[in-house]
């Protein structure tokens, strides 16, 4: 574990927020996002998907395990007054007990273990956007290793509790130098118990 915390303070310590910019399924879909209400940057890096969501006006809780990470958001969101509370903690299933959010977002990172906790997290109608590196590439960009790619409609099964509202994988489908290559996109909605 503290070999994973070193390399991603090693990481962030050479980048900046400028070099982030939100999920794309988040930034494309805004306009699911609630007027007012509570997020989650989970595995949150810089933490462009938390400045994204609180300048949209949610407050929004951040969570990474690289320390320098969370410092470099914590010291962007108070110069920007914005409401984010950003915590170094490891992400596992007692990260998220007890917590409940209106809106979950996950990009870049994939802990199948994790699901049932995140859909626990969500508020009822509360909203998941997540975007992750699968199996089919048509590059090199993201992880090698199987373990943090996802399979052909993974995301559909890891969260089949959730209703689907949106979701994209384009796989090697067409020409592969054009649209998202790589990763898949899912949108999911908590149902309402009656």
Known sequence: MDALI???DRIYSQSGHEAYLPAQVLADNVFLLPEVGTAL???CGLGANAIFLAQQGLAVTALDISSVAIEKLTAYAALQGLNINARQQKIDCHS???LKFDVIVVSRFLDRALSGAIIDALNPAGLLFYQTYTREKVNRHGPNNPDYLLAENELLGLFSPLRVVFFRDN???GNKNLGLRGEAQ????KYIET
């Open 96 to 98: 998220l007990a007890e």
């Open 41 to 43: 940057d989970l595995a």
């Open 6 to 8: 070193g390399k991603w």
């Open 171 to 173: 796989g090697l489908i």
């Open 186 to 189: 899912f949108i999911g909605q």
